[in-house]
């Protein structure tokens, strides 16, 4: 779902409750009761999945959490989630807790059926995390075989009398469990006695390489202290198994290094670990880590992707989760000395993302301050060619959901500025603009460069008809300030690899290993590429404007606007929305209404109407024609002007 934000009055800045996360999609769960819709256009074979009906008690516990001593936070939870008054029923612990299990329920379906249609395997998965020059891969592999030969040495001395090597001989001497928490202080000690060997090979003499004191501390990826516990900034109870941090180290790479907080917190958290003590259980990991996965999205607004790890017994798979796919690794058994050198040499590259964090799932473009807020974010100017840095001064909106664009909006100034907004009345040249950063979808695949793809994208590109339309509109005063006018934007781009060279963020230099391992009877995964646009005015959802009248004139504007673009220019906007439609207050204290988001939007050229299976607008809000054949029925202008009725109704 897409949850907003707005800066509120000064006065009121606290007392504004924030709208429970998956409120839409709980709601939508509940009409719909169809599968989801969605763009991936996947073909493959749907994995041979089965998912227990029947847990054991522990495992219970464990996905669900203990809810005893948590009252408060649970009335802060429910009173923030949309559902029927019932006065009766309003203080009651009981229909709470049942509300809480409805919300979980519905989020493991969902997450079940998600890794039904997305779970990918793919064995180039651990190359994502891959250096990207040649000296340090060598680097790399010289530490990796030091870290794989320490750990050998370890587990075959007899005299080992150590808690250490008791955890480490437990993991990796069998295949199943008997039960799952157990499992718990094996698997950090695993990756503890990783993470140290690794600060100490960085620190010794390099035999592959030269110039180690030119190469950046690695970091320490460590587990937090407590495990099976519900991390701080979750919104709802469910208990994570073991989550991992990225600790930074000393200029010596020191191998001591020791986690910081005792207690998760989404904010701090680099990867999620999933643990089950059977083998046969890995639809249920999967499935759990989706749903940890969207608070990583929620609470770190500079993630790409997720990065996790699957623990079924002793069989180990590294897990990318990303807009369209949950692609997974080949089982790395860690009984195996083989399978032990892989996992060993995924840790040893991923500690050595310090400088290269995107390969870690994270946005470089966006820096944090010394608190690890959100700070200031770079948006590049296509016609420019040049890099331009802005100040954030809040998060204006964010979509949650662990598929789709991953859509955040900031409000913000140039980097100089750093005042803070009323939140009362907003114009056009009060300097605060909006930058919007999604994934969007893109028809061409990693393998696909002709020409006919590229005039295609050319057509459904947000900033390209962004640009075309309000040069088209410029100097139209009717519609002026009543449509989002970009003032620049484009691909994300920013340095890979080292060198200076920048490159397009997108599916394909993300996540280049899996496409290309892909073989030429195989369906590619979906691409998409990574795009920010910075936009004028800042505007304000349609959800809280005062009264009747203001909504009437902000929707009449909206659709004057929709009117004026698809008549000059036969851009269909293909996405009316609740969300998409937006007012602002003008300087004679009346209202305006603002269309937003042409990211679904295509130019019908020729009078052409087409079909669209591929992006079908926001589901609640689909014309009755789309939603009894979304791949059939040719869109038209009067579907857009039928959501209206949802809309104001």
């Known amino acids: 779902m897409i949850t907003h934000f707005h800066p509120p009055p000064k006065r009121d800045r606290d007392s504004k409750k924030r709208e429970h996360p998956d409120s839409d999609l709980i709601a939508t769960l509940r009409r719909k009761k169809r599968p989801a819709c969605s763009s991936n256009a996947t ?20 996905d669900t959490g ?15 989630t949309p559902m029927k008054s019932k006065p009766s029923h309003s203080n009651s612990k009981d229909n709470l807790g049942k509300l809480l299990d409805q ?16 779970f990918r395997v793919d064995r180039a998965v651990a190359d994502i995390a891959k250096p990207r020059n040649n000296a340090m891969v060598l680097f790399t592999t010289d530490v990796a075989h030091r870290v794989t030969q320490r750990l050998e040495s370890t587990l075959l001395a007899s005299d080992n009398n150590n808690d250490e090597y008791a955890h480490l001989a437990k993991w990796t001497r069998q295949d199943n469990h008997e039960k799952e928490t157990p499992m ?3 698997i950090s000690a695993f990756f503890g006695f990783v993470s140290r060997e690794i600060g100490l090979a960085h620190r010794a003499p390099c035999t ?30 469910t208990r994570t198994d073991i989550l991992l941090r990225a600790n930074r180290r000393d200029a010596d790479g020191d191998g001591n290094a020791q986690n910081l907080a005792a207690k998760p917190n ?71 000395h083989k399978s032990q050198q892989e996992f060993v040499s995924l840790l040893v590259n991923m500690s050595y993302c310090a400088e290269d964090q995107h390969q870690l799932g994270y946005d470089p473009t966006i820096r944090l301050d010394d608190r690890g807020n959100i700070d200031k974010i770079d948006v590049y100017d296509e016609d420019a060619d040049r890099i331009v840095p802005y100040k954030i001064v809040a998060m204006t909106a964010i979509d949650t959901r662990c598929f789709g664009r991953h859509m955040r909006c900031y409000l913000c100034k140039s980097a100089a500025a750093s005042a803070q907004p009323d939140g009362s009345n907003s114009s056009a040249d009060d300097g605060y603009i909006v930058i919007k950063s999604a994934w969007a979808y893109s028809t061409r695949c990693a393998k696909d460069r002709s020409e006919e793809a590229e005039s295609e994208n050319a057509r459904r590109n947000e900033a390209l008809l962004m640009r075309r339309i309000a040069k088209g509109l410029e100097g139209i005063a009717s519609v002026d300030g009543k449509y989002a006018k970009l003032i620049h934007g484009g691909t994300v781009r920013f340095e890979k690899g080292g060198g200076g060279a920048t490159e397009g963020d997108n599916a394909d230099t993300a996540f280049g290993a899996v496409f290309s391992s892909g ?31 203001q909504l ?27 969300n998409n439609m937006m007012f602002r207050g003008l300087d004679d204290g009346s209202v305006g209404g603002i269309l937003i988001d042409f990211d679904c939007a295509k130019v019908m050229e020729g009078g052409s109407w087409e079909t669209r299976p591929d992006r079908t607008g926001t589901y609640p809000y689909m014309s009755i024609n789309n939603l009894e054949a979304a791949s059939l029925v040719k869109r038209t202008q009067l579907d857009d002007w039928e959501l209206l009725i949802y809309i104001t109704s």
């Open 184 to 186: 718990y202080p094996w």
């Open 103 to 118: 919300i979980r329920n519905e989020r493991e379906e969902y997450a079940k059926l998600q890794v039904m249609e997305k």
């Open 208 to 237: 592959t390489t030269r110039g180690r004191s030119r190469i950046n501390s690695p970091l320490s990826l460590l587990p937090f202290e407590k495990t099976n516990i519900n991390p701080d900034c979750s919104d709802d109870y």
């Open 552 to 578: 009437i004139v902000a929707v009449a504007d909206v659709m004057e606007a929709h009117t004026a673009i698809f008549k000059e220019y036969r851009i269909l906007h293909w996405d009316i929305s609740l």
């Open 519 to 549: 073989s030429k009877e195989e369906q590619l995964p979906e691409f998409r590429i990574h795009q920010r646009l910075a936009m004028t005015p800042w505007c304000r959802p349609l959800q809280n404007v005062a009264n009747v009248d």
């Open 43 to 62: 073909n493959d074979p749907t994995p041979p999945f089965h998912f227990n009906s029947n847990k054991d008690s522990e495992d219970n516990d464990n």
């Open 266 to 336: 989404y904010k701090d958290v680099v990867a999620v670990i999933e643990a089950k003590h059977l083998t046969s259980e890995e639809a249920q990991a999967f499935a759990q880590f989706i749903i940890y996965s969207r608070n990583l999205y929620a609470n770190q607004h500079n993630r790409r992707f997720v990065w996790g790890f699957t623990v079924c017994g002793s069989h180990v798979r590294a897990c990318v989760l990303t807009s369209d796919n949950i692609f997974a690794s080949a089982i790395m058994d860690v009984n195996k």
């Open 66 to 80: 203990n809810m005893k001593g948590n009252y408060d936070h649970v009335v802060k939870l429910v009173s923030t």
